[in-house]
């Protein structure tokens, strides 16, 4: 005895559909519903992206003019390194955006570190080291009583922790669970 086996479609669930109807998507509909989904996701980050880019943008604008207009030295050298650290943030948030995670780390380790220079390895190391180095002036400022150059210090560090959230925020939709139910069911 022969059965003949039914291949079942891919289809999204949604509020309307009652357990009578069946609202089923072929091969083609789903191949191009997830390639609607990637483009999609990736035009609103690259929105999200440029939008945030303003905030270390403004900041650096800000930290420049205090650079112009400070009256010592070490508010000068303060603004400087501001100034540097708002840049790098700007840099890491459009130049690194977070690439999309392998699973199962499909590629090898050598291949990883291959791709990525000085600049992609260390940069956000090196820019937290400096916002860490900022907030330390900015304690210090604060228990010399000088709140206004503390909040203008520690600036920095929360420009770079929130643009670091941010970047995490942007991440590419894993759209892996999705690909691989698209052909439950394969037929003869």
Not at 38 to 45: E, H
Not at 85 to 100: G, N, R, V
Not at 140 to 155: M, P, V
Request: glycine share 4%; aromatic share 10%; with cysteine.
């Amino acid at each position: 005895m022969a059965s003949t086996r039914l291949r079942k479609a891919f289809r999204y669930p949604s509020e309307s559909d009652s357990d009578n109807e069946v609202d089923e998507l072929d091969e083609e509909h789903q191949e191009r519903l997830i390639a609607e989904l990637q483009i999609q996701d990736a035009q609103k980050n690259d929105l999200y992206r440029k939008a945030f880019l303003a905030i270390p943008l403004l900041g650096g604008l800000f930290f420049l003019y205090t650079f112009f207009i400070a009256s010592s030295t070490r508010q000068r050298l303060i603004a400087l390194l501001s100034t540097s650290s708002m840049i790098c943030t700007a840099y890491i948030l459009h130049f690194q955006p977070i690439k999309a995670r392998d699973r199962k780390g499909k590629r090898p380790m050598y291949r990883v570190e291959a791709d990525n220079g000085p600049v992609e390895k260390y940069l956000v190391y090196l820019n937290a080291a400096l916002a860490g180095l900022l907030l330390v002036a900015s304690a210090l400022s604060w228990r010399r009583g000088l709140g206004e150059d503390a909040w203008r210090e520690a600036l920095p560090a929360i420009i770079f922790s929130l643009m670091m959230f941010v970047r995490q925020q942007l991440a590419p939709l894993d759209l892996e669970e999705l690909q691989k139910a698209r052909y439950d069911f394969k037929g003869a």
